[in-house]
């Protein structure tokens, strides 16, 4: 069945990084665009970047530019999120979700994983 | 970037009310919206996108309406399973936008 499992989420120290992964299962990886959004404790819903189906184009929130990278290895039918200099506002639980392939409304979530950030 | 403004941001109802929740842009963003569902300790869940269209599996006590600014998210005949936060979200330009949420409670 069509699945996005998270990982990499953890507690850690302002300042420092994080990298999440998200491997997807059970539909064709490549095409779709790919997002990743986050939602603080009792927060609602934050997009956080978005990456093309091909990775030619990014885009990050303004909240994270410089800051956070997305990436995908449509290979190994993974996405990533490099987070540096973390701050305690990045502390969320980060979804990784796919865009649909007939528009950029999110059709498929994951659970989820949580980072974090302590100062 | 468009703000997306849902209103209440809390609504009490009971099992086999009609209840309508609004959603507005602060630009025209035709029919660029979508719709989740989410339960505590869960992801959001799919429910509409282009502001009408029901995703699958999505029972059909659930309808969208609205195109530009404005829009509305109805459900008719309140069912348990249906108390929940409820987000709005464009698609349409980036960066995608979600309201601030509505929850939905007995």
């Known amino acids: 069945q069509v699945q996005l499992v998270e990982s990499g989420g953890g507690v850690v120290q302002t300042g420092r990084s994080l990298t999440l992964s998200c491997v997807a299962s059970?539909?064709?990886?490549?095409?779709?665009?790919m997002h990743w959004v986050r939602q603080a404790p009792g927060k609602g819903l934050e997009g956080v970047a978005i990456i093309w189906s091909d990775g030619s184009k990014k885009y990050h929130a303004d909240s994270v530019k410089g800051r956070f990278t997305i990436s995908r290895d449509n290979s190994k039918n993974t996405l990533s999120l490099q987070m540096n200099s973390l701050r305690v506002e990045d502390t969320a639980l980060y979804y990784c979700?796919?865009?649909?392939?007939?528009?950029?409304?999110?059709?498929?979530w994951g659970k989820g994983t949580t980072v974090t950030v302590s100062s | 970037d468009i703000q997306m403004t849902q209103s209440p941001s809390t609504l009490s109802a009971s099992i086999g009310d009609r209840v309508i929740i609004t959603c507005r842009a602060n630009?025209?963003?035709?029919?660029?919206l979508a719709w989740y569902q989410q339960k505590p300790g869960k992801a959001p869940k799919l429910l509409i996108y282009?502001?009408?269209t029901l995703e699958d599996g999505v029972p059909s006590r659930f309808s969208g309406s609205g195109s530009g600014t404005e829009f509305t998210l109805t459900i008719s005949g309140l069912q348990p399973d249906d108390f929940a936060t409820y987000y709005c979200?464009?698609?349409?330009?980036?960066?995608?936008?979600f309201g601030q949420g509505t929850k939905l409670e007995i």
């Open positions: 979700v796919r865009e649909s392939l007939t528009g950029g409304y999110m059709d498929v």
């Open positions: 979200q464009h698609y349409n330009p980036y960066p995608y936008t």
């Open positions: 282009q502001a009408s």
């Open positions: 059970g539909f064709t990886f490549s095409s779709h665009g």
């Open positions: 630009q025209n963003i035709a029919t660029w």
